[in-house]
């Protein structure tokens, strides 16, 4: 590998190219008009312009960006995450055109990302999975059918989905009946395929993941990754290890994904997720992300392992063995708060603008991954997330008290952020008990709405 094209933009695209860099790889941005004097665009080595500012005349247009890498001379492509990074369809046109793509083979991508076919894997790896559908159902009489089978209340969930779209939880079969249809035609709109299936809901429910890294035939995990702290099912806070998790669960979910990579011969970095019954201790496989995440800093933190150096030398051909020779053990505790341009107190609202001046927390134990510059531009094109303030700590403990005051000296001009609200976070008590599951950070926000 000789030169990188990065696939991306914002804190992904600039944090790729340093890892690159670090490996002496040359390196390509593409950048839509709206990214012309984008960080990113200045780290790289070249920066090529694929379109128009919305995404889906630039970062999503695969012919552009194959061209760029034509002119460029580039060798190998790494997509990030988001945008085309867990297209199959990309994947194998990267392939096609002689690149090597910093990820999974297209058919691995295309398993994984059919969450039927995905649960099948799983299961034929030995690993637990939500009771509910097999597969796909026909229609809302086939749900209702299958939910009186699995027992209420169910999810709803679309067959390719992700991000929270397409989902619906219901508690009877006259609320089936009436999501059915709306979460039908959102997975429909959102991904091309409306197709549904169902799965207990756990209502006391964790979100945990494992992080893997594979080389077609030998795998590893890294440990796991807390991520039960959402909104609207997007993850706002992560850290690792997850607190409070019971150490035979904790085994058994690293020793799960592990078995799952080995099954569909899994290379690159990779993220299998789990819902874990905070009452029971079981854990059920939800998905695999074929991708690098937005939360791998705490994992790096707590290893000493980059990721992203490791995924570029892995797709160089270079063995599992050599780029992880051992699995580190775990190093204290790290916690990354998702600061996104949006305003807490008008229902987070997205906050696009121009940015003053900006104050960025740092500190030996401080890591901030951004494309935030001062006078820079928040687009109101993309995604709303603009810095990740990941801090560590010798125990989860100092990590909360170091984040204070992170979080504090994080200061931003110009468009409002949720840096303030992750300040409040840390004064509640079941946040630093580390009692909490999917559903407590909502009921938190509901509850500080009315008092406000």
């Given at each position: 590998m000789r030169t990188l094209l990065v696939a991306n933009r914002g804190e992904i695209a600039v944090r790729v190219i340093r890892a690159a860099r670090d490996l002496g790889i040359r390196t390509v941005a593409v950048h839509s008009k709206a990214d012309a004097d984008a960080l990113h665009t200045r780290l790289a080595d070249v920066a090529v312009a694929i379109g128009p500012s919305p995404a889906s005349?630039?970062?999503?247009?695969?012919?552009?960006?194959?061209g760029a890498a034509k002119e460029t001379?580039?060798?190998?492509?790494?997509?990030?995450?988001?945008?085309?990074?867990?297209r199959a369809s990309f994947a194998a046109a990267v392939a096609d055109a002689g690149l090597t793509f910093v990820g999974p083979d297209a058919a691995v991508i295309e398993r994984m990302g059919d969450k039927v076919a995905a649960r099948e894997v799983a299961r034929a790896a030995g690993v637990p999975t939500v009771p509910g559908t097999p597969g796909g159902v026909a229609g809302v009489d086939e749900a209702l059918a299958a939910a009186d089978e699995v027992g209420y209340p169910v999810m709803l969930k679309a067959v390719a989905g992700g991000g929270g779209r397409g989902i619906r939880v219901v508690q009877d079969a006259d609320a089936l009946?009436?999501?059915?249809?709306?979460?039908?035609?959102?997975?429909?709109?959102?991904f091309g395929d409306g197709t549904m299936y169902l799965e207990r809901f756990v209502t006391r429910a964790r979100h945990v993941e494992v992080q893997v890294?594979?080389?077609?035939?030998?795998?590893?995990?890294?440990?796991?990754?807390?991520?039960?702290?959402?909104?609207?099912?997007?993850?706002?806070?992560?850290?690792?290890?997850?607190?409070?998790?019971?150490?035979?669960?904790?085994?058994?979910?690293?020793?799960?994904?592990?078995?799952l990579c080995r099954e569909v011969g899994y290379r690159s970095a990779g993220t299998v997720e789990f819902l874990v019954d905070d009452e029971t201790g079981e854990f059920f496989f939800i998905e695999m992300n074929t991708r690098i995440q937005v939360e791998h800093p705490v994992t790096e933190l707590i290893t000493g392992v980059d990721l992203v150096a490791a995924q570029l030398r892995i797709a160089a051909g270079e063995p599992l063995s050599a780029v992880l020779p051992e699995v580190p053990a775990v190093r204290g505790h790290a916690v990354e708060f998702r600061v996104l341009a949006e305003d807490p107190a008008r229902d987070f609202l997205p906050s696009p603008g121009n940015v003053g001046r900006v104050v960025l927390p740092a500190g030996?134990?401080?890591?901030?991954?951004?494309?935030?510059?001062?006078?820079?531009?928040?687009?109101?094109?993309?995604d709303s997330l603009v810095a990740k303030v990941v801090v560590w700590g010798a125990d989860r403990e100092e990590a909360l008290r170091r984040s204070r005051r992170a979080l504090a000296e994080f200061s931003v001009s110009g468009v409002p952020t949720t840096a303030g609200l992750f300040g409040e976070l840390l004064d509640q008590d079941w946040f630093t008990a580390g009692r909490f599951h999917t559903g407590t950070l909502e009921r938190w926000l509901a509850e500080r709405e009315e008092s406000a």
């Amino acid at each position: 590998m000789r030169t990188l094209l990065v696939a991306n933009r914002g804190e992904i695209a600039v944090r790729v190219i340093r890892a690159a860099r670090d490996l002496g790889i040359r390196t390509v941005a593409v950048h839509s008009k709206a990214d012309a004097d984008a960080l990113h665009t200045r780290l790289a080595d070249v920066a090529v312009a694929i379109g128009p500012s919305p995404a889906s005349k630039s970062y999503l247009v695969a012919d552009a960006i194959l061209g760029a890498a034509k002119e460029t001379g580039a060798d190998a492509v790494h997509p990030g995450y988001g945008f085309l990074s867990e297209r199959a369809s990309f994947a194998a046109a990267v392939a096609d055109a002689g690149l090597t793509f910093v990820g999974p083979d297209a058919a691995v991508i295309e398993r994984m990302g059919d969450k039927v076919a995905a649960r099948e894997v799983a299961r034929a790896a030995g690993v637990p999975t939500v009771p509910g559908t097999p597969g796909g159902v026909a229609g809302v009489d086939e749900a209702l059918a299958a939910a009186d089978e699995v027992g209420y209340p169910v999810m709803l969930k679309a067959v390719a989905g992700g991000g929270g779209r397409g989902i619906r939880v219901v508690q009877d079969a006259d609320a089936l009946r009436a999501a059915f249809g709306q979460a039908s035609a959102e997975a429909e709109k959102a991904f091309g395929d409306g197709t549904m299936y169902l799965e207990r809901f756990v209502t006391r429910a964790r979100h945990v993941e494992v992080q893997v890294l594979g080389d077609g035939t030998a795998a590893e995990h890294l440990y796991e990754r807390e991520c039960s702290l959402q909104r609207r099912r997007q993850k706002l806070v992560e850290e690792a290890p997850a607190p409070t998790l019971a150490e035979d669960t904790r085994r058994g979910m690293t020793e799960a994904a592990v078995a799952l990579c080995r099954e569909v011969g899994y290379r690159s970095a990779g993220t299998v997720e789990f819902l874990v019954d905070d009452e029971t201790g079981e854990f059920f496989f939800i998905e695999m992300n074929t991708r690098i995440q937005v939360e791998h800093p705490v994992t790096e933190l707590i290893t000493g392992v980059d990721l992203v150096a490791a995924q570029l030398r892995i797709a160089a051909g270079e063995p599992l063995s050599a780029v992880l020779p051992e699995v580190p053990a775990v190093r204290g505790h790290a916690v990354e708060f998702r600061v996104l341009a949006e305003d807490p107190a008008r229902d987070f609202l997205p906050s696009p603008g121009n940015v003053g001046r900006v104050v960025l927390p740092a500190g030996p134990w401080v890591r901030c991954d951004t494309w935030l510059e001062p006078e820079a531009a928040v687009p109101p094109f993309y995604d709303s997330l603009v810095a990740k303030v990941v801090v560590w700590g010798a125990d989860r403990e100092e990590a909360l008290r170091r984040s204070r005051r992170a979080l504090a000296e994080f200061s931003v001009s110009g468009v409002p952020t949720t840096a303030g609200l992750f300040g409040e976070l840390l004064d509640q008590d079941w946040f630093t008990a580390g009692r909490f599951h999917t559903g407590t950070l909502e009921r938190w926000l509901a509850e500080r709405e009315e008092s406000a």
